[in-house]
């Protein structure tokens, strides 16, 4: 992302060893520190009760932090509270737009509690439900609208102020897989086209995998780690690559030549290898099978998971943190990912 | 502040003016209250025209009604004429009590958390839940006012009684109100749950109400009652707008009464509306 590295790089979201104790001794969150730059989508991916709503919850002046510094838009968290109230957007995890008021009105009300000069106001409430696609549900009650609609609203009612920051309390909560790609889309072009700075949670892997720049698996209040997810992915071991040859010599030794190529194995004419790259790699590999005189008769390659990664780093996959009722999404994202 | 003020105040009586539901039910009970202590409770209707074999006529029984109007009742034309300055208090504390539910109702279902997150004052989300709650309760006072100025056999107003008793009556009710409204509001946005504000209004509001002159004169009133009504805000509140009521025209007297009844629901506005800022503070800063 060569435009990051030109842009001058600020830490907006600075968190040192943040710890939430909920007496008497629930440890939501134990000493997490990260660090969210200028511009950057930063997620916590986390099972249930993992402690992410909690540090949203301490970084937007919820919840009292029981030990630990936290810095959001160059503020104190604990000392200048109010400052970070004025450079803050949340979206919470609940829905909070009132049923009672229509659309239009929650966000006016949402405007003037962020202090929207009035003449402002309704442009921008009117842009940003041209943006969330709520134009024509604006002037309906919130009692009538489903719940897709409703976190549109409530995503909407976090930027009405055009914050410098967005925290986003799983952005994509019960919302069905065509939704959520819409809600994907606001969010990067959010980030792109105002250059948005946004720290969101999710359980969902495929969404902290296709939406963050980096992500934080977080696990009982720890977090586990904290990279780019193709880094997170790389470690792993990259991906897996499936070469089907036609007859001709035994290419086990060129493979294993070929730069980051590990674990090669054969069976027959078909090969098998691990690289962290599979882009890289493939030009080499075509060129010196070419070279060769062999043709290559099937060719295929599979990108590891978050869901590999998540096992590795807390013992469990996702699938089995989720309830019941989830569980048939992450087949779902499984499915599509592969 | 008083953007943020109006801003949330406003909210809440939209949703207050959309919803008949809510706002039929405390006219209903107004009329109840009125229809039903006014007339049928009316002890005036209750002596007997036969005492012991003696037969009282019916000169005597008016005049035996018309003594208890001006020395039990204060001098009211009719029980109702009394009796309504009560009833608008007993409706303002029970509205007061429990316009806390939809504050619990904000705090359940995360909006205040929205308000928290916002720059805006935690003395703005107080006074904004202490504004609403007056608002609501003053409209069902002013209509309780004039269902019971309508009604038939209502309340018959003192000889000369005008706009400035008018103001002056509504005045006192305010005050009760406002404070009432403090204390309810920080006791709403202190509590987790509806059950626990249930609980604890259920508890408060019977004995606050029934140790005040606003259903009884105090005639009646044992002497350990008697200094608790005395220092009950409600009793201030409901004694001066009933004298003004009755009344109409007040004599320097009845004047002096109504001003120390004045000064004390002033002070004890005041003073709720300070403790309950400050409870109101403690509970909404962060956990
Ligand atoms: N107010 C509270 N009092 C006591 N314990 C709490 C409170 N809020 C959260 N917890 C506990 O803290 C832990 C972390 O909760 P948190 O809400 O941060 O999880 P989460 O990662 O957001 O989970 P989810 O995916 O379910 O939203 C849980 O064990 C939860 O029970
Ligand atoms: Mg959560």
Redesign the pocket.
């Known amino acids: 992302m060569p435009e990051k590295l030109v842009r001058k790089v600020t830490a907006v979201i600075q968190a040192e060893n943040l710890s939430?104790l909920?007496?008497p001794r629930?440890?939501?969150?134990e000493g997490v520190s990260f660090k969210v730059d200028e511009g950057e989508v930063f997620g916590?991916l986390?099972?249930?009760?993992?402690?992410?709503?909690?540090?949203?919850?301490m970084l937007t002046t919820l919840?009292s932090i029981t030990s630990g510094e936290a810095k959001v838009a160059g503020y104190d968290v604990k000392r200048e509270s109010s400052s970070v109230r004025k450079s803050i957007g949340v979206v919470p995890?609940e829905l909070t737009a009132d049923d009672e008021l229509k659309g239009i009105e929650n966000l006016i009300l949402s405007a003037r509690l962020h202090h929207v000069p009035r003449s402002e106001s309704t442009k921008k409430a009117q842009d940003l439900l041209k943006l969330f696609d709520l134009e024509e549900a604006a002037q309906r009650r919130v009692r009538t609208y489903s719940g897709g609609m409703r976190r549109r609203l409530q995503m909407a009612m976090g930027l009405v102020h055009s914050p410098k920051v967005m925290f986003l309390?799983?952005p994509t909560?019960g919302l069905d897989i065509q939704t959520r790609t819409k809600v994907w889309d606001y969010i990067r072009r959010l980030n792109k086209e105002r250059g948005l700075t946004v720290f969101m949670?999710t359980?969902y892997l495929e969404e902290a995998d296709g939406l963050c720049d980096r992500i934080a698996i977080?696990d009982h209040?720890v977090i586990k780690v904290s990279d780019t997810p193709s880094h997170l992915k790389e470690k792993i071991g990259g991906d897996v690559l499936t070469i089907g040859l036609s007859d001709g010599e035994d290419l086990t030794q060129f493979f294993n030549s070929v730069p980051d190529v590990s674990d090669v194995s054969r069976e027959g004419q078909v090969y098998k290898m691990k690289i962290p790259r599979t882009e890289r790699a493939l030009p080499t590999i075509i060129e010196g099978v070419t070279k060769r005189g062999l043709k290559i008769t099937e060719i295929s390659f599979t990108k590891p998971t978050l869901d590999e990664v998540f096992l590795e780093v807390t013992g469990r996959t996702m699938r089995e943190e989720e309830g019941v009722q989830e569980s048939w999404i992450q087949n779902v994202n499984l499915e599509r990912a592969t | 502040m008083f953007g943020d003020l109006a801003a949330l105040t406003g909210r809440a009586l939209r949703k207050w003016i959309r919803n008949p539901a809510a706002v039929l039910p405390g006219l209903f009970t107004a009329v109840f209250y009125l229809a039903l202590f006014g007339n049928s409770f009316n002890p005036t209707s209750l002596i007997p025209s036969n005492i012991g074999g003696f037969q009282l006529t019916t000169a005597e029984l008016e005049q035996i009604r018309v003594s208890i109007l001006s020395q039990t009742f204060g001098g009211a034309a009719t029980y109702i004429s009394y009796l309504t300055a009560g009833i608008i208090s007993l409706i303002l504390v029970f509205n007061m009590a429990f316009g806390g539910i939809d504050l619990v109702l904000d705090r359940q279902l995360g909006f205040l958390n929205t308000l928290l997150t916002a720059p805006i004052s935690r003395a703005s989300i107080y006074f904004s839940g202490v504004a609403q709650n007056m608002v609501k309760a003053m409209t069902l006072a002013l209509l309780t006012f004039l269902i019971a100025v309508v009604l038939p056999n209502g309340l018959i107003l003192g000889r000369g009684f005008g706009v400035l008793d008018f103001l002056g009556a509504m005045g006192a009710f305010a005050l009760l109100a406002f404070a009432l409204s403090c204390v309810f509001t920080a006791l709403a946005l202190s509590v987790k749950s509806i059950d626990s504000l249930v609980a604890i209004v259920n508890f408060a509001t019977f004995p606050l109400v029934f140790t005040s002159t606003a259903l009884f004169p105090e005639g009646g009133f044992p002497s350990w009652l008697l200094s608790i009504s005395n220092v009950n805000p409600i009793t201030k509140a409901t004694d001066a707008a009933r004298l003004l009521m009755v009344n109409g025209i007040l004599s320097s007297a009845q004047l002096t009464t109504f001003a120390w009844d004045g000064v004390y629901l002033l002070v004890f506005a005041v003073a709720m509306a300070l403790l309950g800022y400050l409870a109101a503070n403690r509970a909404l800063s962060p956990?």
């Open positions: 939430k909920y007496p629930t440890r939501a969150v916590f986390g099972p249930n009760g993992a402690g992410k709503t909690t540090t949203i919850k919840a995890q309390d799983e909560l949670t359980h977080i209040g | 956990k």
